[in-house]
């Protein structure tokens, strides 16, 4: 066989390699501004049907993320500098009480659609598999605080995230496909901030 041919095949799976990596998909993400809308289907074992709700996602930055649910019911979440505060559906600031494995989940958040997949490995077992066509990211919590709610969080993609899978402890599960927006929603959302304490 042809040398030229053999060097090339090999830089063509090197170079594969290198893209289809935990630290370079961590990067394309943590470069990325988000605006997405999602549809969450939340299974629950003693319910026959699923529960769905859509809405909307915006991430900007490494600590700022706005996580509103439209229907059945609007409620917004806003994560900024670590910590969370909510919204009822006429945007009025809800009382959350002060809750340590909140801020952990919130900044678990916060780190999965930012690409700190490093941070991750304070709470997680990671298990992390990539082909050409996608990559599936897989954490088992060892954090006991995690472990009690979640069995497994599962995480798909190719350039972004498209999926996520929540798995719980007691056996319900909630799936989450994003849907990526090419508008800005920053605008939209500004006012959330404006009401923070």
Known sequence: MNKTFIMFIFMFMASNALACSLETI???????????SFIQTKNIEVLSR?????GRL????????????????????VIS????????KNDMVLAVPKNPLVNTLSSVFIHLLTGQLEQLST??????????????LKL???????????????????DKIEQVLLNEVRGDYTTIKLNYMTQELSYEFEKYFDKQN
Request: net charge neutral; aromatic share 10%.
């Open 26 to 36: 961590a990067e394309a993400m943590a470069k990325q501004t988000i605006s997405a």
């Open 50 to 54: 699923p529960i769905h709700s859509t």
């Open 58 to 77: 915006w991430v900007k930055s490494k600590d700022l993320l706005v996580w509103q649910m439209l229907k059945p019911i609007k409620s917004t979440m």
């Open 81 to 88: 500098q670590g910590e969370m505060q909510q919204f009822d």
């Open 123 to 136: 709470h997680f077992n990671t298990d992390f598999k990539c082909n050409d066509e996608s990559w599936t």
């Open 140 to 158: 088992v919590p060892f954090n006991k605080d995690i472990a009690q709610l979640f069995s497994l969080i599962q995480l798909q993609g190719k």
